[in-house]
């Protein structure tokens, strides 16, 4: 069902209370990287420039339920001030989203004015859906919209609990964007259809695997998922990290796959998990005491022609141990092909710390069809689940 979006509510003289991501790195109170600060601002310039006061709500980082000024969102209020150009009001106090310092400030917020209220993770309600804390946040708001996409997955106070207690709600831009984007690799996308998964664990992928599996043409795996597939399948994988306890649900998988699931051909390994060790390419068994850190050149060859070839593409988690410089090259071979496939007119989908860092770094990210905000909300997505904090906002 579609949901309601930003454009189709009236905002002139009302309150709207936002949820926001603004879980930003922060070191010594200064803002490293304001990607999800600049990716709320359409929404809260259209609520400005709509008339209306924006009351913005936001989790950073985890202070379990207590106030904590290492965790403050000052820092965030300040940037999004300077990006806005426009009013931006915070106030200092120690009671999490409901202080009454926050009533106050917002009783008296003027119209085309914005507010970041505190840190939601003050208050021990939050994580627990608390319906008191659900019903004091929906007091600050005639309208609710959510925006943080990457909060989706989590039944909290300020994504699920509020939505259900306000009137009128919908999906800020970016959530709707998101959730048009990732939509597409579900529905009817364009084949060939390839899927590129990587990271540390079968374990967090398999649900993944599982629901694109009857989708894709292909699934490209990479990164330490891959040997213990490798494993399951009866190769040498020598000292390489394998979940020893997903053996047998690997093999299932790739039975099941019937040939779908592509695994590393040759390896980039090294006798230490240490960028400085001596590496080495190996081609199909990894000897004894030498561990897999990267996919080797053939198997990146082989992967980006798949991924250069096809006209729908999702990538999710790294394909080596990317933050060693001289186990990065997988990854970044994966980020140029999308390049080049996004070039040859294909849909590309991104998402994942890691995967997202790799076409930043790359200088594709504004080049890729859609870099996705949230991680573990994209695979949950991708496993076709309902994402509780969209599931809370009203139909269109
Ligand atoms: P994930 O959080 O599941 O996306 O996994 C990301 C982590 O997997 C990164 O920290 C990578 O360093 C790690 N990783 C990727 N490939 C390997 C590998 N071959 N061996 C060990 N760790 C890996």
Redesign the pocket.
């Known amino acids: 069902m579609q949901k309601r979006t930003l454009d189709q509510m009236a905002v002139r003289g009302r309150r709207v209370l936002v949820r926001v991501d603004f879980n930003v790195p922060i070191a010594d109170g200064a803002i490293g990287d304001d990607t999800r600060i600049r990716a709320a601002l359409p929404t809260i310039r259209a609520i400005l420039a709509g008339g209306g006061k924006a009351i913005l709500t936001s989790h950073l980082g985890r202070p379990k339920g207590v106030a904590n000024p290492a965790f403050t969102l000052r820092p965030a209020a300040d940037r999004l001030r300077e990006l806005l150009e426009a009013p931006v009001h915070f106030v200092e106090h120690t009671g999490g989203p409901v202080d009454p310092a926050h009533r106050r400030a917002v009783d008296a917020l003027g119209d085309g004015e914005a507010i970041v209220l505190e840190n939601t993770r003050f208050h021990p309600g939050e994580t627990k859906n608390d319906p008191a804390l659900a019903t004091e946040l929906a007091s600050f708001a005639d309208l609710y919209v959510n925006d943080a996409f990457g909060t989706c997955h989590r039944a909290h106070a300020s994504t699920e609990g509020v939505a259900r207690q306000v009137a009128e709600t919908g999906m800020g831009f970016l959530l709707a964007r998101e959730i048009a984007y990732l939509s597409r690799l579900l529905d009817k996308p364009a084949k060939p259809y390839v899927a590129a998964l ?4 079968v374990s ?1 992928k398999i649900g993944v695997i599982e629901n694109l599996l009857d989708r894709v043409d292909a699934l490209l795996v ?3 998922m ?2 213990t597939f490798l494993k399951a399948l009866g190769r040498q994988t020598g000292a ?2 394998v979940e020893e306890d997903r053996l047998g649900d690997a093999r299932t998988l790739y039975r099941k796959a019937d040939g779908k699931i592509r695994l590393p051909i040759d390896h980039v390994t090294a006798p230490a ?1 240490d960028n400085e060790a001596p590496r080495q390419i190996v081609s199909g068994a990894i000897p004894e005491g030498e ?4 996919i080797g050149p053939e198997t990146v060859a082989t992967y980006a022609q798949a991924i250069r070839e096809a006209r729908t593409i999702v990538w ?8 060693m410089p001289n186990f990065a090259r997988g990854t970044l071979a994966m980020a140029e092909a999308l390049d080049e496939a996004t070039r040859r007119g294909g849909l590309t989908i991104v998402g ?3 995967s997202v860092a790799a076409v930043s770094q790359a200088g594709y990210a504004e080049r890729i069809s859609h870099v996705s905000t949230g ?1 573990g909300a994209m695979l949950e997505f991708l496993e076709g689940k309902t994402l509780p904090g969209v599931a809370a906002l009203q139909d269109a």
């Open positions: 990587g990271g540390a664990k967090d990479g990164g330490a891959s040997y390489s990290r998990f561990m897999g850190l990267d999710n988690g790294p394909m080596g141990v990317f933050e994942g710390g890691d991680g």
